[in-house]
């Protein structure tokens, strides 16, 4: 069983930045694809960024050039750093797990609060 424990949330005005960590235990696949998704009030949820076990990345448009998605295998842990941040990316931000090329993800975390005051 896979456990993902998200921290680093938290309130922050526009223009500010937040590093989000996901922390991986458990028995997990490799090689892998991490993510983190988010959701907003009345919005599905949506993807943010991923990363491959080795290191390949890719975002969203409405965050690339803002968010940075990283990660150390040796910790099974993956960040999200945002910066430049505005009141719409305000969401419950989600890490999640699958195995590298499977069409769903498989493990997910409980998800922490990023607010983002204007």
């Known amino acids: 069983q896979v456990q993902l424990v998200e921290s680093g949330g938290g309130l922050v005005q526009a223009g500010g930045s937040l590093r989000l960590s996901c922390a991986a235990s458990?028995?997990?696949?490799?090689?892998?694809?991490m993510a983190w998704h988010r959701q907003a009030p009345g919005k599905q949820r949506e993807l943010v960024a991923s990363?491959?076990?080795?290191?390949?990345?890719s975002y969203a448009e409405a965050v690339k050039g803002r968010f940075t998605i990283s990660r150390d295998n040796a910790k099974n842990t993956v960040y999200l750093q945002m910066r430049s941040l505005k009141p719409e990316d305000t969401a419950v931000y989600y890490c999640?797990?699958?195995?590298?090329?499977?069409?769903?993800?498989?493990?997910w975390g409980q998800g922490t609060q990023v607010t983002v005051s204007s």
């Open positions: 999640a797990v699958k195995r590298l090329g499977g069409v769903q993800y498989d493990y």
């Open positions: 458990g028995t997990i696949f490799s090689p892998n694809r």
């Open positions: 990363i491959t076990s080795g290191g390949s990345t």
